[in-house]
C-alpha cells in the first residue's frame, strides 16, 4: 500500500526536521584543544593552542566561537581573547594566530542550514580587514621596563643600542631613562616583529613590573649618592 504525501504534509515534517536539528545545535557545545577529552582534538604538536583552547556552540541564531586560551585566537584576522563571538561558514579560525580550525570538523556537529556562506564570509573577512587595520598599533603610553631597565629592555625589545647610550650617557641618570620611558613602546613596537598587539601587551607588562622595581633601586641609590656628596663638601 503506497502513501502519498501532500505538500502541507511534508512542509510539516521539514519544519519539524529543522526545529529538531535546530535544538540539538543549541544543546550541542563541541570543545576545541589539544586534550584528548575535546571534541575536536588538535595534534599534539600545536604547541602554542591550549589543551581546552576553545567552545563552538549555537546561540539559537548563529554559531559562536568562545575563546577560553592563554593565546588567543585570530578569527578574520581580529584577536579574539577570552570572549565569545559570531562565526560563519569560510571564515578563517587561526587558533594561536597558527593553526587553523578546518570547516569540516566543525560541519560534523553543526550541519549548515540556509546560510549564504560565501557571501557572508567575504563580508566578514573584508570587516575583519578593516577592524584590524583600526586595532592593529598599540596606545604607545609610559614604559616602565624602558624606564628602569632601558640598557637590558632595549637588548630584548629591538632596541638594543640602548647599551651604547648607558655606556656614553648613563652618567646624565634620570634622562636617558625618562627619554626610554616616553618613547621606548613607540620604537620597540616599530623596531621588533611582533605577532600581535595583545603579544606586544603581555611582554610589555611583564617589563613594567621588574622596571618599577629597578627604577625604584635606582632611585634610591641616587639619592643616597647625592646625599654622600653634599656631605662631603
Known sequence: MMVCLGRDTLSCMCRKYF?????????????????KDCDIFLDPRCVYASSYHGTIYYDGNT?????????????????????????????????????????????????KINQNHAAHSTMLYDKGLIDNARQATPD????????????IWGFFNGCSWGILISILLG????????????CGSSWSWHNKKWKSVDEF??????????????AIIGMLAYVVNIAIFLESL
Open 63 to 111: 554559531l559562536m566561537f568562545r575563546d577560553t586560551s592563554s593565546n588567543g585566537t585570530m578569527i578574520n584576522n581580529v584577536s579574539v581573547r577570552n570572549r565569545a563571538v559570531p562565526i560563519h561558514h569560510g571564515d578563517i579560525i587561526m587558533l594561536a594566530g597558527q593553526y587553523q580550525l578546518n570547516w569540516n570538523q566543525i560541519d560534523a556537529f553543526f550541519p
Open 171 to 182: 652618567w646624565l641618570y634620570p634622562i636617558p631613562n625618562i627619554v626610554f620611558g616616553i
Open 140 to 151: 604607545f603610553k609610559w614604559n616602565w621596563g624602558a624606564f628602569g631597565l632601558y640598557p
Open 19 to 35: 526545529l529538531l536539528t535546530k535544538v540539538y545545535m543549541i544543546l550541542r557545545e563541541v570543545t576545541v584543544g589539544r586534550s
Open 201 to 214: 601587551k603581555d611582554v610589555q607588562s611583564n617589563w613594567s613590573i621588574a622596571g618599577v622595581i629597578f
